[in-house]
């Protein structure tokens, strides 16, 4: 197929609005100042919503300073403009964006994190008032992309600060120190999950002066932890070519499997001081990794961190934002880690879009290639339709049952 173009010209540049993001506490900004005059060389006019860079740290003087144009009413910024990022679109901020909705209009091009495979219906919705929706999460994991790869972005962001969560809760400190009182033995950690959130929790932890072990159903990953100063927990489990996606995503494996791990991973668990679990399937419910009976078998002032908590955790206990204490042993369970360190997880997302939008266009225009990798795999709705074959694939049994 051939590429299409529209929009945008040498007289009239196409505009990409900033909007201040309305999901409740989340910080981070689109794009940040200093990706505004790189997106100028591409012939993109920046427009900002009043205040939307302040909580990550960026005052509307910086955004105008680098030549963006700030706009006050929200209604305004979103109408006139041809392409609106955002770090959370419809799918990923359900209630409150769904007031955007009146504003987006025929061949729009909205991008953002939009939790398409989770939330369908959204992409549904974006498909019906015809805009032309990119969604971060669909990124394919392959080279040419790394530099628009938003989950690993955010991923490393969650995994530096679940670390510090799990220190700043833990009764202990985490590094040895041989001190005139004694000697003070360093803290365990054990970290679930090696993909990026977990290989970022390794290194902090391991920083932090730690004894770090570590686990994930791909043996392939052991390499990785080791090199980062982990002892790869040998679990001696059989598991098929399934374990991983040829995107890169750890797969959902088959109950048995799980019951089986949990059962060796016991001992483990409890004899470690601070536990973060990162092991979350995209659009599927976490597994289940620490049950009660594993819990009960923790010390007193143990910690876990569970990165998994927004799609029901991979402890039995955890409770979606919310610091339970189960017995002297707390479990964390928060959703939105990247938008407590929001000036640096702007900065690196802020580079995700940047790099997306130059792949997008070309010359001013918007320059839509299907038989490109990126587009293609990115692209979730055009011309009223959702096109993604696998967003498809999930709203196909819903208009069967609606029959």
Excluded: W
């Excluded at 969604?135 to 989950?151: F, G, K, T, V, Y």
């Excluded at 409770?319 to 929001?342: H, M, S």
């Amino acid at each position: 197929m051939a590429p299409t173009c529209a929009h945008g010209s040498a007289e009239t540049p196409m505009k990409v609005a900033v909007p201040t993001e309305t999901f409740p506490g989340e910080q981070r900004v689109a794009l940040i100042p200093g990706d505004i005059s790189t997106l100028g060389k591409a012939k993109l006019e920046i427009l900002v919503q009043k205040g939307a860079g302040e909580a990550a740290g960026f005052s509307d003087q910086d955004y105008a300073d680098k030549g963006a144009t700030i706009v006050e009413n929200r209604g305004e910024l979103l109408s006139q403009a041809d392409i609106v990022v955002q770090v959370r679109s419809l799918g990923a901020n359900k209630a409150e964006g769904q007031q955007d909705l009146e504003y987006f209009k025929p061949d729009q091009v909205v991008i953002g994190l939009s939790d398409p495979l989770g939330e369908p219906e959204s992409a549904k919705k974006l498909a019906e008032k015809g805009v032309m929706a990119f969604s971060m999460e669909m990124i394919p994991r392959i080279s040419r992309a790394q530099s628009m790869d938003a989950l690993s972005s955010m991923a490393t962001i969650a995994g530096y600060k679940a670390v510090l969560l799990g220190a700043s809760e833990s009764r202990k400190i985490f590094p040895m120190l041989m001190t005139a009182a004694g000697m003070v033995k360093p803290s365990r950690v054990f970290i679930i999950g090696a993909g990026v959130a977990g290989l970022q929790a390794i290194a902090t932890a391991k920083r932090l002066g730690s004894v770090v072990e570590a686990y994930d159903v791909r043996p392939a990953v052991k390499e990785q932890c080791e090199s980062l100063g982990a002892k790869f927990v040998e679990l001696d489990l059989e598991t098929d070519d399934g374990a991983e996606d040829k995107g890169g995503y750890a797969t959902e494996l088959g109950e048995d499997f799980y019951r089986k791990q949990r059962e060796v991973m016991t001992r483990v668990v409890s004899n470690s001081d601070v536990v973060v679990t990162t092991a979350a399937i995209p659009g599927k419910k976490s597994p289940v990794l620490i049950t009660t009976d594993m819990v009960d078998k923790m010390a007193p002032g143990s910690v876990i961190v569970d990165l998994a908590a927004e799609r029901g955790g991979n402890c039995e206990l955890t409770k979606a934002d919310e610091r339970v204490d189960y017995n002297g042993i707390v479990i964390l369970g928060p959703t939105n880690l990247p938008a407590t360190i929001p000036n640096h997880a702007s900065q690196m997302y802020s580079r995700n879009i940047t790099t997306l939008l130059k792949s997008l266009v070309k010359e001013g225009e918007l320059n839509i290639d299907m038989e490109d990798e990126v587009t293609a795999g990115t692209l979730v709705s055009r011309s009223g339709n959702v096109v993604h074959e696998r967003i498809k694939g999930l709203l196909e049994p819903q208009a069967e049952s609606e029959e």
